[in-house]
């Protein structure tokens, strides 16, 4: 048996296999992602979602699903299963004997005495999904049916029926090109044998995603079906189903398949899964290298990115590609400031803390390659100018105070990672001076300063450090404030000071770090990461479910985050050292159970604050996976 599977009773039973969802991505950001049954839960899901940058900057849902259906003298079983109002229909799932993940996502259907197996895989460098059929068993002539639902749409909105689309099909080999909207590529659906298309387009009307119905979103959906390809298939043959953007030769798609599958990290272990994961926010695409925050729904963010890079690409020993991201990045430098989501023309700069991780993430390069050159030639200028930046002020008044702290505030606007905002405003505005906003300038200062040589930005980080001791630091409390803005000052217990422990340049005594940890082990620290909020404070929320405002009240007042889990560990390490491995290891160690759960083979964003700490938010997000990966790195170097 493989590391992760599933078997009979797992995948019959809804509540359980509704609940499991796979994403795959390729290099240039298209991606595939459903149920581990095939029943789409989500207006995200689709068998090839891709970007259409002649659009817009989202992605889009070209082939939302298919329905096969095995033939034998004469009857029909249908495998597929889609959510209407009252019912699952058709529900194919009860002829489902396994799902594997080894080595790519493949499910195992029983109809009497046949015995199907399908496989699915995405192809690296293009807009392509490919799906093999293979008849392992068959007494008696067999045909496939196979059905194409299409959406067309972009991934954040819902099909409706309307008499807009073009129904008409152009052929191509083995198969018909459908092209809804002229604004969009057209989708060639082919197979790798000849074979027929019945023709009977038509609307199948209130497809329902169960997840965006909990969420609190639209829910119901109208999908296209244009008809059904139908072919033979003998025992033991193989026949591909193709779904792309581009035209491929129908003789060429086993070896094509076989050659993806060759490419593929086998999911064998814990470790493996994480490596696959791993790949898969790294997107090549109109020269520009950059890491999507999460899947489904997330793009890029800038602050993710210089959070996440070190993990997804220096641990996993690829320099070049950290350096193609940096420079990606570094061409959407905007003063001193990157954007927080988005670039070119459109753009949210938000973020106060996505320049001062871009100073620790050329830190991390540093650390695991030894190379200083490579970062003075190519970032210095844009390092000095984000100091000099935070120093003269900039947008969203932050700006440097007498004291050397950094300050920064606007109303409505959010400007560190717990970024919430509802109707209300921003749900933890944090106006004034965040904790980790200050170790974040301290490190930048000291850092510069190391590769400079310039002993004014030593000066500075000094009068940072004594400024830093004197407004944040309670030996009554025996922790740092969160927030400080003039005389007030926020002692809500939060991971944000944990991050003052862990960066390169430390400003606290051994002494002071140890309670602050000590502090975060006992009031933050879960088998799934810190959480957001001491479930003693009065703001505690100890689950993540509703509606949006539900939601986004909970996001950060104790939700828990698997990725600032990276910075209590290092810290930790560093008061520890080898005396902290045993420990460290197990909180990995618990990381395991989660690979078939929520995201099958990879991380969530968040989890509830509370006991089991459900998964919660995108199935895959790029700085837990980072995280954990630069964890196990730090206990291997040990």
Not at 107 to 115: E, I, P
Not at 484 to 501: H, L, Q, Y
Request: proline share 5%.
């Amino acid at each position: 048996m493989s590391y992760i599977h599933f078997d009979k009773t797992q995948l019959v039973n809804l509540n359980y296999s509704l609940e499991r969802e796979i994403i795959r991505t390729n290099r240039s950001g298209t991606y595939t992602s459903t149920t581990i049954i095939g029943c789409n839960t989500r207006k995200y899901h689709g068998l090839l979602v891709v970007p259409q940058p002649l659009i817009d900057t989202q992605n889009h849902v070209f082939l939302s699903t298919v329905h096969e259906t095995v033939i034998q003298h004469g009857a029909s079983f249908n495998l597929g299963i889609s959510k209407f109002p009252g019912n699952y229909s058709p529900r194919g799932h009860k002829y489902l004997e396994d799902f594997d993940s080894e080595p790519i996502p493949k499910l195992t259907y029983r109809v009497g005495g046949v015995l199907l197996q399908k496989e699915l895989i995405l192809d690296t460098n293009r807009d392509r999904v490919m799906i093999r059929y293979t008849l392992l068993e068959a007494h008696s002539p067999t045909k496939i049916r196979i059905q194409p639902f299409l959406a067309f749409r972009g991934y954040h909105s819902l099909m409706k029926a309307n008499d807009e689309i073009n129904k008409t099909a152009e052929k191509v080999p083995n198969g018909l090109k459908f092209q809804l909207y002229p604004q969009y590529d057209p989708l060639f659906l082919q197979l790798s044998k000849k074979n027929t298309f019945n023709s009977s387009p038509d609307w199948y009307y209130n497809i329902e995603y169960i997840q965006e119905r909990e969420r609190g979103y639209d829910y119901q959906e109208d999908l296209f079906v244009p008809g059904y390809f139908e072919f033979d298939i003998a025992k033991g043959e193989s026949v591909i189903f193709s779904a792309g953007l581009r035209e491929a030769d129908p003789k060429t798609r086993q070896n094509a398949f076989e050659k993806e599958i060759a490419r593929r990290i086998p999911r064998n272990n814990f470790e493996n899964c994480l490596k696959n994961a791993a790949g898969q926010f790294i997107r090549r695409r109109n020269g520009e290298v950059r890491i999507i925050a999460g899947y489904p729904w997330f793009g890029w963010w800038g602050r993710d990115t210089f959070i996440a890079a070190p993990g997804l690409t220096l641990a996993m020993g690829d320099k070049e590609t950290f350096l193609e991201i940096m420079d990606t990045m570094s061409k959407d430098l905007k003063g001193p400031l990157f954007p927080n989501i988005g670039s070119g023309d459109y753009t949210n700069m938000t973020s106060m803390d996505a320049p001062l991780w871009f100073f620790w993430s050329l830190q991390q390069y540093i650390f695991f390659t030894g190379d200083k050159k490579t970062v003075k030639t190519r970032y210095l200028d844009k390092l000095r100018g984000i100091i000099e930046g935070y120093k003269a002020g900039t947008e969203f008044n932050i700006h440097m105070l007498e004291n050397g702290l950094i300050w920064g505030g606007q109303d409505g606007v959010a400007l560190t990672w717990m970024d919430a905002i509802t109707p209300d405003g921003p749900v933890t505005p944090r106006k004034g001076c965040p904790v980790e906003i200050q170790a974040l300038w301290y490190n930048a200062l000291c850092f510069y300063h190391e590769l400079s040589g310039d002993k004014d930005y030593l000066t500075l980080a000094g009068k940072v450090k004594d400024s830093f001791d004197r407004e944040f630091w309670s030996w009554d409390y025996g922790y740092l404030a969160d927030v400080v803005d003039g005389e007030e000052k926020d002692w809500s217990i939060r991971p944000n000071m944990v991050f003052a422990t862990s960066l390169p340049y430390n400003m606290l005594s051994e002494e002071k770090n140890d309670q602050i940890l000590e502090i975060a082990k006992s009031k933050l620290l879960t088998p799934r990461g810190l959480r957001s909020l001491s479930p003693d404070d009065p703001g505690y929320k100890g689950y993540y479910f509703g509606n949006q405002i539900s939601r986004d009240n909970a996001y950060h007042n104790g939700t828990v985050w698997a990725w600032p889990l990276g910075h209590f560990v290092e810290g930790y390490m560093k008061l520890h050292g080898k005396a902290a491995k045993h420990f460290i290891q197990k909180i990995i160690k618990s990381f395991d159970g989660v690979m078939t759960q929520y995201g099958v083979g990879t991380v969530a964003e968040i989890y509830d604050g509370d006991a089991p700490h459900r998964p919660k938010g995108s199935i895959s997000q790029a700085w837990s996976i980072a995280e954990l990966l630069r964890m196990m790195d730090l206990v291997n170097k040990t």
